[in-house]
């Protein structure tokens, strides 16, 4: 028998097939059957019949020629041997056949190569340990790697917002203390421009004399003589650029009196309420109508009056 390769599982060899055994034995069976009948058959044969004759011999006579023996009679026909029954089939039990006696060398080589299987199944074991151990140790030092980066990019967060907090504030700083110089240097420029005003308006009402002169009109010049048609000019453009959308029909006549200082340019400086009319819309009016006025006109000789007492009346929007 060729030994199995080294690695091989043992396998028990398959049992023969009973197919010919019992072929045989249907076959013995059949022949010592057929020996027991043809030995029965030829001790059961009937013996050949003979007759015979007796004759009464008181009367003697002549003796007669003998007779021809009568013929023999047919033997018997032999009987035809009747075949026997067929054998009764015989239904063999299958008998368990005891398990051969194992091999001592095919067991101690399944012996080994088990022994072989076991070990590296438990090498393997261990490197799928040990494989697993390692990728166990890979895993946390991703984990420490990430929480180390999250940690540095937090600081450098906090670290870069900080920062920005510090640059804003300080930017906030210098914005404030420009602002605040650029205020003082304002209030300053404004309070100079105003200083110059007031002695230009000073020098012209030193210049200027008498009392406030009577146009007749909505105007009134701090002038000894007023101008009738640059009065009449300015009225016409301050009442040209008022809009007043509401009701003129209020008992009595309301008028607003302002206070008008201007430029030797013609442009207004600051617009003052000095007496209401009682109705705040046409106060409003007015103001804005002499503020979009500017610059106001001049004289014809180019000149204008730094001051002015403008009033204006509801009934003049009628």
Do not use: C
């Amino acid at each position: 028998m060729t030994p199995a390769p080294a690695g091989t599982p043992y396998r028990v060899p398959p049992e023969p097939s009973r197919l010919p055994a019992f072929a045989l034995a249907v076959a013995v069976h059949a022949v010592l059957l057929g020996f027991l009948w043809f030995g029965i058959s030829w001790q059961n044969n009937e013996p050949v019949a003979v007759e015979a004759e007796v004759w009464d011999m008181s009367v003697q006579t002549a003796a007669a020629p003998p007779l021809p023996p009568p013929p023999a009679p047919d033997p018997a026909p032999e009987p035809v041997p009747t075949p026997p029954p067929p054998p009764p089939r015989v239904t063999e039990t299958p008998v368990e056949r005891p398990a051969p006696p194992p091999d001592i060398n095919l067991e101690r080589e399944k012996q080994r190569k088990e022994e072989e299987r076991k070990r590296e199944l438990a090498e393997k074991e261990k490197q799928r340990k040990e494989e697993l151990r390692k990728e166990e140790l890979r895993k946390q030092e991703i984990a420490e790697k990430k929480k180390k980066e999250k940690e540095e990019a937090d600081r450098k967060e906090l670290a870069a917002k900080k920062e920005a907090d510090d640059k804003r504030k300080k930017d906030d700083a210098e914005r404030k203390q420009k602002a605040l110089a650029d205020a003082k240097a304002k209030a300053a420029a404004e309070k100079a421009e105003q200083a110059r005003l007031d002695k230009i308006r000073q020098d012209d009402l030193k210049r200027m004399a008498g009392a406030l002169g009577s146009g007749g009109s909505a105007v009134k010049s701090t002038a000894p003589k007023a101008d009738a048609g640059y009065v009449a000019a300015i009225t016409a453009a301050i009442k040209s650029a008022t809009a007043y959308g509401g009701s003129t029909t209020m008992p009595g006549n309301p008028k607003a009196v302002f206070k008008v200082e201007q430029l030797p340019t013609g442009e207004i400086m600051s617009v003052r309420l000095v007496k209401s009319s009682g109705v705040p819309e046409f106060d409003r009016a007015v103001e804005n109508g002499i503020k979009k006025a500017s610059p106001l006109p001049k004289k014809k000789d180019g000149t204008v009056e730094r001051t002015l007492d403008v009033n204006f009346s509801m009934k003049d929007y009628d």
